[in-house]
């Protein structure tokens, strides 16, 4: 390769900087050339340039040079070709410099907040090419890899399948007529896995008939470039694809997101925001559904209510943070002492906790509420002290029953409790 131009290199750094400000594209090193041999003002043919640097004149003249004189022309907004790359460079540069040499001094206003640079696809992209003939292989790698693509090769269907589980590509371009086993069967087999039916297939193959393209996509395909392809084309359907895999992996992520903050606001609505129980909306909605789960079941269910006698935080004279802090205090006390995984514990009033215990017998329920009553008596908070009257009620619900009367009793247990001076658990038997 000759040396650059001393006086064109400096074009040649500014050209690159602005397609790569103007269209978030690096310049490939063959593409490079292209434009320093011009700039220079070599009279090199893109037959002699591919020559020089090993690639099919092909390529070169079909895909590099006219994908450089249009990312030029993109990033300019005028029409710039080989032979007045030079003038349009120039110009545009020499009046750059003028612009900010003005701009350094005048006042710079505040800056905007800028929008996101798109995506660079090919970033760390691996893509797997299964086909039988080398040369369709290392014509795909020159053109993939010239793009900054990670590519990996095999040769029939069964190294493509072992490739893939030692080292899962992102996309696969897989030709159809291979010996031992063609596309169809290795996109069927790829497909039928669940690590690796996500992955997108690209048939390419010399099958033009309709049929062919029909099973193509029958068997998982994603798209069909028929041979002998044009480079331009794969570039084009890669990147598409590969886009299309960019934003459904996005979606998912999203989805996944909203799905987690939909679970926590169905948390956050359940709870009651001073003790951190579920509130009385949960209570109503686990209770019917505990109640109708026990007569499909035929077990017990069990309501205890227990309400603090000796509240005295709130009203005239009293502390309302110390009291909305011992309210929390003792519903996080009861919450641990009801350890069932079915068990609920909910803010039924002010001053009232309600209980369910699923499949809990009245005998079982009455040693946790005794348990419970002389663990928050131990507490010894406020003066006189606060401690519990808790009325008990279980019952073997059916669908000729009520739940309003199961809710009743557990109620009026709770008033009995009350009356024989707090501090005391009442139930059905007493």
Known sequence: MSDIDPSSEPILEFAENLILQKTDTYCSELQRRILSTALQGERKTYDQLADECGYSPKYVKQDVAPKLWHLLSQALDKKV???????????????????????????????????????????????????????NLRLLTD??????????????????LQAVSLDQPQLILLDIQMPEMDGYTVCQKLKAEPSTQEIPVIFVSALDESWDKVKAFSVGGIDYITKPFKVVEVLARVQNQLKIQQLQQ????????????????????????????????????????????AIQGQHPLTLMLCQLKHFNFYGSGGNPQQGDQCLYEIAQTIKQAIQGPHDLVCRYGTFIFAIVL????????????????KQVDQKEVGSPPINLSIGLTSIQPKSDIGIEAFIEAGDRNLQQARNNGGNCVFTDDN
């Open 358 to 373: 699923p499949q809990q017998s009245s005998t079982q329920a009455e040693s946790i509420a005794q348990k419970l009553s």
């Open 81 to 135: 070709s080989k032979s007045n790359v030079r003038i349009i460079l120039t110009h545009e540069m020499r009046n750059t410099t003028q612009a900010s040499n003005t701009s350094a001094t005048t006042p710079t206003p505040p800056s905007l907040p800028l929008e996101p640079q798109s995506t660079n696809l090919a970033g760390k992209v691996k893509i797997l090419l299964v086909d039988d003939q080398p040369q």
């Open 250 to 293: 996005a979606l998912i992520a999203q989805n996944a997101q909203l799905h987690q903050a939909n679970l926590e606001l169905q948390r956050l609505a359940a709870l009651d925001d001073l003790t951190q129980v579920a509130n009385r909306r949960r209570f109503d909605a686990y209770l019917l559904t505990s109640w109708q789960a």
């Open 143 to 160: 053109v993939l890899e010239e793009q900054g693509y990670d590519v990996l090769q095999a040769l029939n269907g069964n190294v493509a």
